[in-house]
Structures are given as C-alpha cells and as structure tokens.
C-alpha cells in the first residue's frame, strides 16, 4: 500500500471516529446542547483536529444524514429491481423497507427530517449539498418508478407518479417527526411503528384502483 493510500485510509478513519463521536453525543443531549468541544473530547481528538474535518456543527449533522439517504436509496432500488414482484406487491414491500430504514437508526433518520426542515444548507460545503440533494433525488425518482409502473398497468389511480411519490415521503417524514417530537413529553408512548404502518395501508388502499 502506497503512502497516499495509507493516509488516505487514516483520514477516513479519523473522519468516522468524529462522526460516531457526533451521533454519540447528537442521540444522548440532542443536536443543540452538544458542542463541537464535546464532540472532539469523545472522539479523543483536539478541537483544532475536529475542524480540520468539519467545519460546523451542522455539517457534521449532514454528513450523518448522508449516510441515512445512502441505505435509504439502496433499500429503495431494491424493491423496484425486484422483477418478481408486481406493483401492488413492490408497495407492501416498499412499506417492510421504509420501516428497515427507521430501524436502522432512528436517531439519524430524524436528523435527516429535521435537516430538510432547518435553514442549515447554507452553513453546508457545495459539495455536501450536492451529495444531499443528489440522493434526496434519486429516491424520490427511484419511488416514482414505482407508482409509474403501477399506474402503466392499471393498478394504481391515475395521478402523476411523481406527486404519488411527494405524498408517501411526506407521510413518512410527517410520521416520523410528529411521533418522534410527542416522545418528549413521555418516553413510555412510542407509537412511531404502529401509526405509520397504519397511515402507509391507508394510502395504498388510496392508490388503488
């Protein structure tokens, strides 16, 4: 191995310690309470070290989102490369993902919500906004796919596949938000699966034919 290779390797080693470090301390005192200080102390590094990474809190708390977008997007194709399963079919399956996504890491899927709703872009580098928006594309195409073929084939309602796909992100993150933001006012009633399983049959029965 090259000695660019290696250093390239150490970087990137360096870059995950600091973002466990943030989803640490994000999921344990929340987004605005943790500090950049706090954050280069659980990594174990200076926080001069930090920023030669990041130069933000929020681009930390992107950089995290990032990788959520990135399962999320490859647990979407998988259901529409899926050529054993008709349309109907691809949504109940569509449904099992969404809900392997949240299980994946609820705290960085609400960040990622939360990120679309906050005035944070402009904090953001060109290149990490590019990235976001890149895969926040791609998975609204990749679900418009979806309804397209159902609606080509007579199974779904005539709307335009792309605000079929508006309408199932928005429940997602609607769901997902709204239930996340009652648990902290009691952490007993979590009802975040229960309530989207319930609102996402609705609108399949909804795009129905």
Not at 73 to 84: F, R
Not at 112 to 137: A, G, M, N, P, Y
Request: neutral net charge; without cysteine; aromatic residues 10%.
């Amino acid at each position: 191995m090259g000695i660019k290779s290696r250093k390239e390797r150490e970087k990137e080693q360096k870059r995950r310690l600091i973002l466990n470090a943030a989803k640490k301390l994000f999921s344990e005192k929340g987004f605005s309470k943790a500090t950049m200080e706090e954050i280069a102390k659980e990594a174990e590094f200076s926080p001069g070290t930090l920023y030669l990474y990041f130069k933000n809190k929020d681009e930390l708390d992107a950089s995290l989102s990032v990788e959520i977008l990135e399962f999320l997007s490859d647990k979407l194709h998988e259901v529409v490369e899926n050529q054993e399963l008709d349309p109907l079919q691809k949504l109940y399956a569509l449904k099992e993902k969404v809900f392997e996504v949240y299980n994946y890491d609820p705290d960085l899927l609400v960040s990622l919500f939360h990120l679309k709703t906050r005035k944070t872009f402009q904090h953001l580098t060109r290149k990490l906004v590019e990235r976001i928006d890149t895969l926040s594309r791609d998975a609204l195409k990749t679900l418009a796919k979806i309804f397209d073929e159902g609606i080509n084939k007579g199974v779904f309602i005539e709307k335009h596949p792309n605000e079929l796909a508006d309408i199932f992100w928005s429940i997602y993150s609607g769901v997902v938000l709204w239930e996340d933001s009652k648990k902290f006012l009691n952490e007993d009633k979590n009802f975040i699966m229960e309530t989207l399983e319930t609102a996402i049959d609705i609108f399949i029965k909804g795009v129905l034919k």
